[in-house]
Nanobody, 126 residues
Framework: QVQLVESGGALVQPGGSLRLSCTASGVTLDYYAIGWFRQAPGEDREGVSCIDDRGRKTYYEGSVKGRFTIARDKAKNTVYLEMNGLKPRDKAVYYC???????????????????WGHGTQVTVSS
């Protein structure tokens, strides 16, 4: 499976913004739909957003819709998650994954997906 690398997490104040990056070496991400997921302490991993392989369709979980934007940069072989209006409940480790299942606001990894990277920590606190 394709190994992805997440970056861009940080500590921000409520209402702040961050841009997370998802990239891979030796693999063109254009061939894959990409999903962002997050896992808060003591919680299950949940889907946040995904984008199809052509960058034409995007999907968002309900609580982030209108605040987060997913986008591709083909030249940089990177998928971004722009996060605005961050809230304390957005605090989590964020991961990206290939070929997510995306249906409306339902975003899930492929069954048996086991190529999770280290993720990137997002902390929202004053």
């Amino acid at each position: 499976q394709v190994q992805l690398v997440e970056s861009g997490g940080a500590l921000v104040q409520p209402g702040g913004s961050l841009r997370l990056s998802c990239t891979a070496s030796g693999v063109t991400l254009d061939y894959y739909a990409i999903g962002w997921f997050r896992q808060a302490p003591g919680e299950d991993r949940e889907g946040v957003s995904c984008i199809d392989d052509r960058g034409r369709k995007t999907y968002y979980e309900g609580s982030v819709k209108g605040r987060f934007t997913i986008a591709r940069d083909k030249a940089k072989n990177t998928v971004y998650l722009e996060m605005n209006g961050l809230k304390p409940r957005d605090k989590a480790v964020y991961y990206c994954a290939t070929k997510p299942i995306c249906m409306g606001t339902i975003i899930r990894p492929q069954p048996g997906y086991n190529a999770w990277g280290h993720g990137t920590q997002v902390t929202v606190s004053s």
